[in-house]
């Protein structure tokens, strides 16, 4: 019986780097993907077996560069039945193993044949310059998975184990190396699908290249590339969060103080503009990382159709982020707001914000009448207090560190109660944002199209950015 024909690989330049993505049913390979390219909805991912039924493509370019092509395939799911199947045909035909490979993968087109999943992931592999052996290390290595290693190494291509789920707590990494090692697989990457490691994803694509060496320049090029649109999406998102505090504490509502029934009404709308301007913020990160609005889940309190469940205005919500709320009966505003009262057209700043300061406006208007009551100008404005600031700025880091720490592999939510930021961090970028309560104007919540450029907003918003990014750095984010 004559050998079949290899599968195709030109002697030409290559088009593109093709890698497949293998392994037993359920163990991530779809997720693998998922995370590698950003795209959250690519495939179909489920924690019931042989979710992939077919083989799907994702491509990774960088400009003048060979593209990577990820191929996804199927689950082998009777790895030792194939070898059985395999061995058989070797005996049969006196193929060597690749034209035995070869020969099975011919003859079972067939979605009615025994192995038509693992015929369509073994085609895939043979068509590839590497493949990705992904594994779930929080199960204990079995022999069906020494027969899929022996299957994949008898396929004439490099392979690189996977180990996916390392931050698991069942995770067994060292008994999955060590028995790696015996069969020699002794080049693995440990990368996890669900909490992303940059470092690990780096890793690699380093180990791929080492394995196709030919390969090497246009994957570390990829690798590069991958490094710095994510620092580009970290800045910009610590960028929005930053935009996000100075228009909240530069946000105002105001009325007559002789009006002090109208004070509920201003009380109300600066809070629903705040409120809606987090919201909004809540929005462009989860945009900027590639994420729906249900992806991230606090222990205590969620995200729910891009909105925060707990409301920044309840005590509550900034005792969850160590910041106590400000004693607003003092002033007569409610929770989460302030009192400036601006005589004369000046504003008296900190000392309006007690009730004294308030008290010495009546009482000065009382004791020198009339006159002096007509060079007051009488206003009072509210604007977001101090505890309001931190807590804004503590749950916009924590919410930005979980989604740094994300793979779009992940099915649940992401708990973040591990990624609070540090105290200190929120603590200075309630001092830095308050600077903008003295130019209402950098708020865009004050008026539409409200002046969000200018040399010193911009400087304000950057330096709020840099405290943001070392917020992350402190977290590990």
Excluded at 289 to 316: C, E, T, Y
Aim: aromatic content about 6%; glycine content about 8%.
């Amino acid at each position: 019986m004559s050998a079949p024909k290899a599968p195709h690989k030109a002697a030409t330049p290559p088009q593109a780097i093709n890698v497949a993505v293998v392994g037993h049913t359920n163990v991530g390979k779809t997720s693998l993907m998922r995370t590698l390219t950003r795209q959250r909805g690519f495939g179909a991912v489920s924690i019931r077996p042989a979710t992939t039924r077919h083989v799907e493509m994702a491509e990774l370019s960088v400009p003048g560069s060979l593209p990577v092509r990820l191929y996804d395939t199927p689950g082998l799911e009777d790895s030792s039945g194939l070898l059985a199947y395999l061995d058989d045909l070797r005996t049969r035909t006196g193929f060597d193993w690749i034209d035995a490979i070869d020969r099975f993968v011919a003859e079972a087109t067939d979605d009615h044949h025994p192995f038509a999943q693992e015929a369509k992931s073994l085609a895939q592999v043979r068509r590839s310059d590497a493949a990705l052996y992904v594994v779930d290390v929080r199960d204990p290595v079995r022999a069906r998975h020494r027969d899929e290693l022996e299957i994949l190494g008898r396929c004439a291509v490099p392979v690189l184990p996977v180990l996916n789920f390392i931050a698991d707590p069942d995770a067994q990494i060292d008994h999955w190396r060590e028995q790696l090692a015996r069969v020699n697989m002794h080049a693995l990457v440990a990368f996890d699908t669900v909490v992303y490691d940059a470092a690990g994803e780096a890793a690699l694509y380093d180990k791929i290249a080492a394995l196709a060496d030919r390969f090497a320049a246009p994957l570390a090029r990829l690798r590069d590339d991958l490094a710095a649109r994510r620092a580009q999406v970290r800045r910009a998102s610590a960028v929005e969060v930053a935009e996000m505090l100075v228009d909240a504490a530069g946000a105002q509502a105001g009325y007559a103080l002789d009006q002090r029934q109208a004070q509920s009404d201003a009380e109300a709308d600066l809070k629903a503009r705040v409120r809606q301007r987090e919201a909004q913020c809540v929005e462009r990160l989860l945009d900027l990382h590639g994420f729906g609005a249900d992806d991230v889940r606090l222990s205590d309190f969620a995200i729910s159709h891009g909105r925060w469940d707990q409301d920044i205005f309840d005590p509550q919500t900034l005792a969850q982020y160590g910041v106590s709320a400000s004693k607003a009966a003092a002033t007569g505003a409610g929770v989460g707001v302030a009192i400036d009262v601006l005589a004369g057209g000046m504003t008296l700043g900190g000392a309006a914000a007690t009730g004294a300061a308030l008290g010495f406006l009546y009482d000065t208007a009382r004791t020198y009448g009339g006159r002096l009551q007509a060079r007051l100008r009488r206003e009072v404005r509210l604007r977001v207090d101090d505890a309001t600031l931190q807590g804004l700025a503590a749950r916009q880091m924590q919410l930005l560190a979980a989604l740094l720490k994300r793979g779009h592999g992940a099915i649940a939510p992401a708990a973040t109660e591990t990624l609070a930021p540090g105290e200190a961090t929120v603590r200075q970028l309630g001092r830095q944002a308050r600077r903008a309560r003295s130019t209402p104007d950098w708020s865009a919540l004050n008026r539409p199209g409200g002046a969000t450029s200018g040399r010193r907003r911009s400087e304000l918003v950057a330096a709020l950015a840099d405290t943001v990014e070392a917020g992350l750095d402190a977290a590990g984010a």
